[in-house]
């Protein structure tokens, strides 16, 4: 092969020596359709073969962990579900203590992740919306950057951290502000009252707003990416028909980001959904069954988990949070399913 | 001569700017406004956060003991005592979780960018590092726990919780070196190619060095990362308030979870050791993150 190749190389050469005498007419240059590169096909070394495959182990590795993780938590949830003794989706209780007798139901659960996790996407969105705006395009250029890190710092908190800090420095501060809507607003379902009493903090109110902290990088790191790759065509050509600033914003630079801002909130919704143990520090548990307000304690399918840590001891225990766990697991995957979906779509073709 | 620039100088018609309604100023200056307060209101959080941690967690930092002794044979209400015991553990399993997912994630990358291109297999493996880094961190820990404590048999321990970080680590890689070997300039591989440097060495002597303080800093922000997760420990090791270097045997401290446990000791030396050891993890993460910074900062990628 190299044989073959090496007085083919050497003829374009001189075509290319040709052209810089000045005959351009007759030598393509070095634009000339190349021979197939030696290394390309015929020849196959035992190093790249090896390192191909590894390579390509490490891919199938990942996708068959995902599997793996469903498969797993699967085998280990169904005992435990055989021997629950009341429904796992409609029930209410959680008594996991005495294996023969299990009685485990997530509906209470379900209730307080939405509610939290739904609290925090309502507070986080268009405030990361608007960090995002301002941080693309109203922040001096040579600030945009620090201000983003600063922003960014707010991911690098742990999560117990912020626990501490909604249930002991945070919860005073709000409870008079939750108490007030709960004496003003409470004739709104919502804001009516919870199973705890509105001042005591340890509520989905308090819960959501940490959770909204939490996930405001996320959503404004997604969505500061998006609307900065808006064509500056766009822009120019906005501003060039006299719109102002906000018309700008609101004519181009929104249009074309706004579906990334969706996928960027889905993504802080999943996070929300399996946060645990700022949830697990902040809410207060309680047997009392929840009232469908944002005054509520309780536990998440994720803290219940957490807070269930210390009677991990039986198999059929552990069966029943693997069985909440596994709720999670599918829908967080769901949900980190559709932000990359909205995501990908966002964008794409418009420019 | 004058007259004559007066008469060019006049506008031939009326001015095609119109001078903007009082309504489309007020929408702009409100506009800008509103979006300068979302920023705003997000550092709040932030200050206050880390005002608080250092109002609380400062008087235990300053205690000499606090970096090289542990809590072992402190009563719930003695003061004193040190963080050691938690810092070994904390970044023990760090390490090791380093040791696991860097290659692997590296590995991953290399797969996605100069093998995979868009092949379905790529296209499947980048979906399930999307669905992996979205992977509530309590998921994590029960599936080893499934895995390694109910099926394998092992007892709770530092190495579990080490697994259970490489599947939060991981995407974190994957996603760094994806970034970074798509920035390596093409010019550089299609020269080593040009001079018969086989494909696999070409990414071994070529690429990977290119793009390593990309991937070092990736690295250490991933580090920083899974530091401060706490709801794995919480099912797969026990907490132990002496020094325990043993990875594989006996309950095993770190930081999370010895803030976690201090909680729930509702004495004020308690409280004391709480904010100190939140201080100290955030102080942790913190540096790390800043070392991470200037290595981005000195030995960047030299693109063209």
């Known amino acids: 092969m190299t044989d073959s190749t090496k007085p083919e190389q050497r003829s374009e050469g001189t075509g290319t020596a040709g052209a810089l005498r000045g005959v351009p007419e007759e030598a393509p240059g070095p634009e000339n359709p190349t021979p197939e590169s030696p290394s390309d096909k015929s020849v196959v070394r035992l190093g790249d073969r090896i390192f191909r495959s590894v390579a390509t182990g490490s891919g199938i590795f990942v996708i068959a962990t995902i599997a793996a993780i469903g498969i797993f938590l699967l085998i280990r949830a169904i005992p435990s579900l055989q021997a629950n003794e009341v429904s796992f989706l409609f029930s209410r209780e959680w008594q996991t203590g005495d294996p023969s007798n299990l009685r485990f139901g997530i509906l209470d659960l379900a209730w307080i992740t939405v509610a939290s996790s739904l609290v925090a996407l309502i507070l986080a969105m268009p405030i990361a919306c608007g960090i995002a705006l301002f941080l693309t395009q109203y922040a001096p250029r040579v600030l945009a950057r620090p201000f983003a890190y600063l922003v960014d710092l707010l991911a690098a908190v742990p999560s117990v951290v912020y626990g501490l800090w909604g249930a002991l420095v945070l919860a005073p501060v709000i409870s008079p502000f939750a108490v007030w809507l709960n004496n003003n607003l409470g004739w709104i379902p919502i804001f009516a009252d919870g199973n705890v009493p509105a001042g005591s903090g340890a509520n989905v109110f308090t819960a959501g707003i940490v959770l909204a902290v939490m996930i405001l990088p996320i959503i404004t790191g997604v969505t500061r990416e998006v609307f900065a790759r808006t064509p500056t065509a766009h822009i120019e050509g906005a501003l060039a028909l006299g719109a102002t600033k906000w018309e700008v914003v609101r004519t181009t630079v929104w249009p074309f980001g706004r579906n990334g801002f969706i996928g960027g909130s889905m993504l802080g919704l999943g996070r929300a959904l399996g946060e645990t143990v700022a949830l697990t520090i902040i809410l207060s548990y309680t047997y009392t069954p929840p009232n469908y307000s944002i005054f509520d304690a309780g536990a998440t399918f994720a803290s219940r988990i957490a807070l269930g840590s210390a009677e991990f001891n039986n198999n059929l225990s552990v069966g029943a949070y693997i069985a909440a766990g596994l709720v999670l697991f599918i829908v967080t995957f769901a949900v980190n399913a559709l932000a990359r979906w909205i995501e990908s779509s966002s964008g794409k073709g418009k420019e | 001569m004058r007259t004559d620039t007066a008469d060019v100088e006049q506008p031939a018609a009326d001015p095609a700017f119109q001078y903007l309604s009082l309504g489309r100023k007020l929408k702009n200056n409100a506009a800008t406004v509103v979006f300068t ?39 719930p209400s003695d003061f004193g005592g040190g963080i050691y015991h938690a810092l070994v553990g904390t970044i023990e399993q760090a390490l090791v979780c380093a040791l696991f997912s860097v290659p692997l994630g590296v590995t991953v990358g290399i797969f996605l960018i100069e093998y995979g291109q868009n092949s379905r297999l790529a296209k499947t493996a980048t979906f399930m590092v999307d669905i992996l880094s979205g992977l509530p961190s309590i998921v994590a820990g029960l599936f080893i726990y499934a895995l390694w404590i109910t099926t394998f048999g092992f007892d709770r321990s530092g190495f579990a919780v080490s697994l259970s970080l490489v599947l939060l680590m991981l995407p974190l890689v994957v996603r760094t070196t994806e970034t970074m070997l798509r920035i390596v300039p093409d010019e550089l591989r299609e020269a080593s190619y040009a001079l018969g440097v086989p494909k696999w060495k070409t990414i071994l002597k070529v690429v990977l060095p290119t793009a390593l303080s990309g991937i070092v800093t990736g690295v250490m922000l991933g580090l920083a990362r899974i530091m401060g997760e706490t709801a794995p420990l919480l099912i797969l090791v026990g907490y132990s308030r002496a020094i325990n270097f043993n990875l594989f045997e006996g309950p095993m401290a770190s930081l999370p979870l010895t803030v976690y446990t201090a909680r729930k000791t509702s004495t004020e030396a308690g409280e004391y050791r709480m904010w100190g050891a939140a201080l100290t993890l955030v102080l942790l993460i913190m540096l790390i993150n800043l070392l991470a910074t200037l290595i981005s900062k000195f030995f960047a990628v030299k693109t063209k």
């Open chain 2, 37 to 75: 307060a979302a920023f705003l209101i997000a550092v709040v959080p932030l200050l206050w956060v880390l005002v608080t941690l250092l109002q609380r967690g400062l008087p235990p930092l300053l205690n000499a003991d606090w970096w090289n002794h542990s809590f072992y044979g402190l009563l």
